[in-house]
Nanobody, 115 residues
Framework: QVQLVESGGGLVQAGGSLRLSCAAS????????MGWYRQSPGKQRELVAT???????NYADSVKGRFALSRDNAKNTVYLQMNSLKPEDTAVYYC?????????WGKGTLVTVSS
């Protein structure tokens, strides 16, 4: 089994920054890709960014140039640096890990951006 624990959410003003962390434990060798998704009230969960085990990143168009995803393999942690935050970035952010046979999800961390 794999456990993913997010941290770093909170309230920030528009234009500000936050850094989310996702710590993985358990059978982490099963995780080929890790990333972040988000879900706003009344909307479907959407991709924010992903990173492969080799370090290749992929971003949603809405966050390109503002968010940066990185990973520390020694700490089994991925980080999402979010800059120039906008009110529309307000959502619950979920850490995701893609294993050999299934996806794993954290419980989510709330990010609120005030205007």
């Amino acid at each position: 089994q794999v456990q993913l624990v997010e941290s770093g959410g909170g309230l920030v003003q528009a234009g500000g920054s936050l850094r989310l962390s996702c710590a993985a434990s358990g059978a982490i060798f099963r995780l080929n890709v890790m990333g972040w998704y988000r879900q706003s009230p009344g909307k479907q969960r959407e991709l924010v960014a992903t990173i492969t085990s080799g370090g290749t990143t992929n971003y949603a168009d809405s966050v390109k140039g503002r968010f940066a995803l990185s990973r520390d393999n020694a700490k089994n942690t991925v980080y999402l640096q979010m800059n120039s935050l906008k009110p529309e970035d307000t959502a619950v952010y979920y850490c995701n890990g893609v294993g050999l046979t299934r996806d794993y999800w954290g419980k989510g961390t709330l990010v609120t951006v005030s205007s």
